[in-house]
């Protein structure tokens, strides 16, 4: 039996590329999904931007995934990597508390769950880049 080495990198890796993956689909669900996305959260006349921020999100998605392949991990790139994850979670709390867009209940749930999501991405990133010290 092969015996694997663990390197301190491999956390960090494989929550970015959970991230990206995670991106992925909710991009393609913003992007494609737009018109009923919009109108349940209580904002009809918002599916360009949702449509917009889903191409945005692909983006990243890409971003990360590429990140993930090359055989050394840009600490500098992890590190705003969990900068965009924070100010995220940041910014949909700022989002609920304000009701800044007047969201449905559906809405407000919509983004507390993402921003949950993108939370723990964002804790187990700073486990990982603490890792990589």
């Known amino acids: 039996m092969a015996t694997q080495i663990v390197q301190p990198s491999d956390m960090l890796r494989r929550t970015l590329r959970g991230n990206s993956v995670f991106s992925i689909v909710s991009g393609l669900a913003f992007t494609f999904g737009a018109a009923p996305i919009a109108s349940l959260m209580g904002i009809p006349d918002a599916s360009l931007i949702i449509a917009i921020?889903?191409?945005?999100?692909?983006?990243?998605?890409?971003?990360?995934?590429?990140?993930?392949?090359?055989?050394?991990?840009?600490?500098?790139?992890?590190?705003?990597?969990?900068?965009?994850?924070?100010?995220?979670?940041?910014?949909?709390?700022?989002?609920?508390?304000?009701?800044?867009?007047?969201?449905?209940?559906?809405?407000?749930?919509a983004i507390?769950?993402?921003a949950d999501i993108v939370a723990v991405f964002a804790v187990l990133e700073f486990v990982g880049l603490r890792r990589l010290r």
């Open 53 to 109: 921020m889903g191409i945005v999100v692909l983006a990243f998605a890409a971003f990360l995934w590429a990140m993930t392949t090359k055989p050394v991990l840009d600490r500098q790139l992890a590190v705003a990597v969990f900068i965009m994850d924070v100010v995220w979670v940041i910014t949909s709390l700022i989002i609920l508390v304000t009701n800044a867009f007047s969201l449905s209940t559906e809405g407000r749930w």
């Open 112 to 114: 507390l769950i993402v």
